[in-house]
């Protein structure tokens, strides 16, 4: 048996090991973000602590625009960018 055929792997095994990999990073992803927001353990949260919502709607994302916050800032920069007259 030579070299090169010991370490080939199926194009199969190198799906699952794919997905392994990437099911382990998602887990570990969601793990992390239930701890986002909290201290103590899981005991105190801030967003419900500090008024914050966990899940924002079209609104909330247009208040921000709206107000001039750096959210408009993000939103316009790139498309005045892009639709500048070039001279």
């Known amino acids: 048996m ?5 370490i080939q ?3 199969n095994e190198m799906v699952e090991r ?3 990999a990437f099911n382990s990073i ?3 992803r969601a793990k992390l973000s239930k701890l986002l927001g909290k201290s103590f353990g ?3 949260d801030y967003y419900d602590k500090l008024g914050y919502k966990k899940e ?3 609104d909330d994302y247009w208040t921000k ?3 001039g916050d750096i959210a408009k800032v993000v939103i316009d920069r ?3 960018k892009t639709w500048k007259d070039k001279k």
Do not use: H
Request: no cysteine; aromatic share 12%; glycine share 4%.
């Open 18 to 20: 794919f997905t392994l």
């Open 56 to 58: 924002l709607n079209f």
């Open 9 to 11: 792997v199926s194009n």
């Open 26 to 28: 998602i887990s570990d």
């Open 65 to 67: 625009y709206d107000r």
């Open 78 to 80: 790139p498309v005045d």
């Open 42 to 44: 899981g005991k105190r």
């Open 2 to 6: 030579d070299e090169d055929s010991s």
